[in-house]
């Protein structure tokens, strides 16, 4: 992989959130990663493993 991201870095995912939005902010990093919508504020926790499968680029890094 080679990409590095960080905490509040902001990522797309390869699909969307329902509420329309793929933008997602990253807000807790550790074994599981914590990522926040940045349309509704909903958050999900995923495994890193899966988390790196389904992000699709970095947007930007804070």
Do not use: A, Y
């Amino acid at each position: 992989m080679g990409e590095q991201f960080e905490l509040h870095s902001v990522v797309e995912m390869k699909k969307p959130h329902p509420c329309g939005v793929n933008k997602w902010q990253i807000i807790r990093m550790g074994m599981d990663i914590r990522i926040k919508c940045l349309g509704c504020s909903h958050s999900v926790m995923l495994p890193r493993k899966e988390f790196s499968k389904k992000m699709k680029r970095i947007i930007d890094t804070d």
